[in-house]
Nanobody
Framework: QVQLVDSGGGIVQAGGSLRLSCDSS????????MGWYRQAPRKPRELVAS???????SYLAAVKGRFNITRDDAKNTVHLQMNSLKPEDTNIYYC??????????WGQGTQVTVSS
């Protein structure tokens, strides 16, 4: 069973930065895509950023230019560098790994809180 461990969340002031990490128990090259979703209470889930096996990236419009997703295949880790954070970025961030159209794995989530 694949395990994904999210880390790096915390409390930061507006304008600050955080770096999230997603550590996989399995080689990340086995996944078609990895990335991060976020979800606040009573709000729909949002796909924040994704990176494919080949390194192509995609971002939610609201974070484009502020967030950067990278992968380290040697360490089986994906990172989400979040800069210029805003209070509206406050959310629980969940790492995911897509192995196929029908198989996805999830991290436990990490809380990001941005104070104004």
């Amino acid at each position: 069973q694949v395990q994904l461990v999210d880390s790096g969340g915390g409390i930061v002031q507006a304008g600050g930065s955080l770096r999230l990490s997603c550590d996989s128990s399995e080689s990340i090259s086995s996944f078609v895509e990895m990335g991060w979703y976020r979800q606040a209470p009573r709000k729909p889930r949002e796909l924040v950023a994704s990176i494919t096996r080949g390194g192509s990236t995609s971002y939610l419009a609201a974070v484009k230019g502020r967030f950067n997703i990278t992968r380290d295949d040697a360490k089986n880790t994906v990172h989400l560098q979040m800069n210029s954070l805003k209070p509206e970025d406050t959310n629980i961030y969940y790492c995911y790994a897509e192995k196929s159209e029908w198989i996805m794995y999830w991290g436990q989530g990490t809380q990001v809180t941005v104070s104004s």
